[in-house]
């Protein structure tokens, strides 16, 4: 899973650090300077998602030359100076064929999310692996998105756990009597949803979103067909949603964020059709994750704050708890500490009034692990690495061993905050153990933080343990 901006035939070089660029932030943190950036490109009406991360890589020397959109935003922030003098390599240094010459000027704005000319994917060495979630010229994770998902492997084997709901109603709505339905549909239904979020929990989503896709549309079909009873129907408008937020959730970890979205919007328009403000509040909650993780943070505090308003007649403040730490994941996006704050004390004092009858059955994942895993991706995205790091390792030390995925996700995040923090053994270590459970998991999120972090830990190749992490990790096979 080495980074797929580099071909088979190039080892990589370590990055040098750009120095430049650090003076340029001068006393700002790198979570201040990522929101002048995103000022400085509404005023030219560019859309970057830039975040204390990317700045922060930025400044490795990871990211050699900024793509086309980040280099108009610099250039406007710092004008009369080149590329060059911002600390960056020539565009011509680190593209492969097809490259435009140095001279040239970038091309205009454009909202098109093709790539402009000379765009290629045929880069030579790693040419912007920004912000992931850029959605201008974005190779890196567009790149991700049209891999193939594995096949073969624990999580494949898995996902063939989903046939008896396709048994029961996998053939194509043309080749069924079309009848009534009841209360045993609904009750498949539910168990579909159950099965998906089990085999999730302990494979990742890599392998089952395409499996899953079918027992979705056939729930809509069975929502079409009717039925007799207004009880029955609630349980299958209920289902449907929280089927299509289980199926988005899958897009969402396998990076098809496009994909991810319209399910979500599915289920906001069932729960809205049926008014279940529960489902409601669950297709929000979802939104708004996604928002932060696609670098719309504004749009994500504004999903959690609609939550929120959704959940609060139902009576669980563990609800209400997660949904306050997905308000807190938008504010640290808009690199806004206090609200961060707030929203982080706010989910601590409701998570601590501790369960209830009235919790969702969704929410079985949120415990203190939980807790812990989303306040460090808080820290970790406001730059503060050593915060981060803490509860990173506190969310993997208290997670319960069914839940293989998020031990492998908290362990990714600890390996990531303390590599970025200065401390490349300790970092190197977390990411063993993060290999050493990716025979079980199948999730491209992990797999793209783990390759992130890799590459901060070049430089340190000489370090004890980073060498043998660094093989390993460069011995897994490519994600097709």
């Given at each position: 899973m080495t980074s797929s901006a580099l071909t088979s035939s190039?080892?990589?070089?370590?990055?040098?650090?750009?120095?430049?660029?650090?003076?340029?932030?001068?006393?700002?943190?790198?979570?201040?300077?990522?929101?002048?950036?995103?000022?400085?490109?509404?005023?030219?009406?560019?859309?970057?998602?830039?975040?204390?991360?990317?700045?922060g890589r930025v400044e490795a020397g990871e990211i050699r030359c900024p793509n086309y959109a980040y280099e108009r935003v610099f250039l406007h922030m710092f004008p009369g100076r080149t590329l060059t003098d911002l600390g960056f390599s020539p565009r011509s240094s680190v593209?492969?064929?097809?490259?435009?010459?140095?001279?040239?000027?970038?091309?205009?704005?454009?909202?098109?999310?093709?790539?402009?000319?000379?765009?290629?994917?045929?880069?030579?060495?790693?040419?912007?692996?920004?912000?992931?979630?850029?959605?201008?010229?974005?190779?890196?994770?567009?790149?991700?998105?049209?891999r193939a998902f594995m096949t073969g492997g624990t999580a494949t084997v898995a996902a063939a756990s989903l046939g008896p709901f396709g048994v029961t109603f996998g053939a194509p709505a043309a080749d069924r009597r079309v009848h009534r339905v009841g209360t045993s549909e609904a009750g498949a239904l539910e168990?579909?949803?159950?099965?998906?979020?089990?085999?999730?929990?302990?494979?990742?989503a890599d392998g089952l979103y395409r499996r899953a896709a079918a027992p979705l549309r056939t729930a809509y079909e069975l929502l079409d067909a009717g039925t007799t009873r207004q009880t029955t129907a609630d349980r299958l408008y209920a289902g449907a949603g929280e089927l299509a937020i289980s199926v988005g959730w899958l897009a969402h970890d396998s990076g098809r964020f496009e994909d991810a979205r319209s399910h979500y919007a599915e289920a906001l328009a069932t729960a809205r059709m049926s008014g279940d403000p529960a489902l409601e509040a669950h297709a929000f909650c979802n939104t708004a994750f996604l928002a932060r993780d696609a670098g719309r943070p504004r749009e994500a505090v504004r999903a959690a704050q609609a939550a929120q308003r959704a959940a609060r007649p139902l009576g669980s403040p563990r609800l209400l708890s997660l949904l306050s730490l997905r308000e807190a994941g938008g504010w640290a996006g808009l690199a806004d500490r206090p609200g961060c704050e707030q929203a982080l004390a706010r989910a601590q004092t409701l998570f601590e009034r501790g369960p209830s009858e009235t919790d969702p059955e969704w929410m079985n994942f949120y415990g203190e692990a939980e807790l812990e895993g989303l306040e460090a991706q808080c820290w970790s995205t406001l730059g503060d690495w050593t915060r981060a790091a803490r509860h990173?390792?506190?969310?993997?030390?208290?997670?319960?061993?069914?839940?293989?995925?998020?031990?492998?996700?908290?362990?990714?995040?600890?390996?990531?905050?303390?590599?970025?923090?200065?401390?490349?053994?300790?970092?190197?270590?977390?990411?063993?153990?993060v290999l050493d459970l990716l025979g079980e998991v199948q999730?491209?999120?992990?797999?793209?933080?783990?390759?992130?972090?890799a590459r901060v830990l070049l430089p340190h190749r000489r370090a004890s343990g980073v060498s043998a992490f660094l093989e390993r990790h460069a011995s897994l096979p490519r994600i097709a």
């Open positions: 190039q080892s990589p070089r370590p990055p040098r650090p750009n120095l430049a660029f650090r003076r340029l932030r001068g006393q700002r943190s790198p979570g201040e300077f990522a929101a002048a950036v995103r000022r400085a490109a509404r005023e030219i009406g560019e859309l970057v998602s830039c975040d204390a991360r990317y700045i593209r492969g064929r097809g490259a435009r010459g140095t001279d040239e000027a970038p091309p205009p704005h454009t909202t098109s999310p093709t790539y402009a000319t000379g765009e290629t994917e045929e880069t030579h060495e790693t040419y912007d692996t920004q912000d992931p979630y850029d959605t201008h010229e974005n190779h890196e994770e567009s790149d991700v998105q049209r168990e579909a949803v159950r099965r998906i979020r089990l085999l999730d929990d302990r494979h990742g990173a390792r506190r969310a993997a030390h208290l997670q319960d061993p069914h839940f293989t995925r998020n031990i492998a996700l908290y362990t990714a995040e600890l390996a990531d905050d303390l590599a970025r923090g200065g401390r490349p053994d300790e970092a190197a270590l977390a990411g063993l153990r999730s491209s999120r992990i797999q793209t933080m783990l390759a992130g972090t």
